[in-house]
């Protein structure tokens, strides 16, 4: 299994990222797929996810009504719409096959700051 994520920069108060994550090695069509993200000295939340076709999704309270799970499975793709971004945000976010995230990629990093 090989999850790619990326998108992550800096941004400020009120702005909006879009993450990006590519897997391969796995049926990714039939795989429900999740956006973790670790915190500094917090341990890993599970912000978003959505099932294999597409048509459930689900995120975490702090997140709800801010940010946008979707995928593309003809390209194998999950990608993370991000609004309204407010320093709490900050962390590194992981693209995972599992809600625990024991099968997730490398991280990319999202710093929300003036």
């Known amino acids: 299994v090989q999850l790619q994520a990326s998108g992550g920069g800096l941004v400020q108060p009120g702005g909006s990222l879009r993450l990006t994550c590519v897997g391969s090695?796995?049926?990714?069509?039939?795989?429900?797929m999740y956006w973790l993200r670790q915190s500094p000295g917090k341990g890993l939340e599970r912000t978003a996810g959505?099932?294999?076709?597409?048509?459930?999704?689900h995120y975490t309270d702090a997140v709800k009504g801010r940010f946008t799970i979707s995928r593309d499975n003809r390209e194998n793709t999950i990608y993370l719409q991000m609004d309204d971004l407010i320093p709490e945000d900050t962390a590194v976010y992981y693209c995972?096959?599992?809600?625990?995230?024991?099968?997730r990629g490398q991280g990319t990093l999202v710093t929300v700051s003036s």
């Open positions: 995972a096959t599992d809600e625990q995230g024991d099968v």
């Open positions: 090695g796995f049926n990714f069509r039939s795989t429900p």
């Open positions: 959505i099932s294999s076709a597409g048509t459930t999704r």
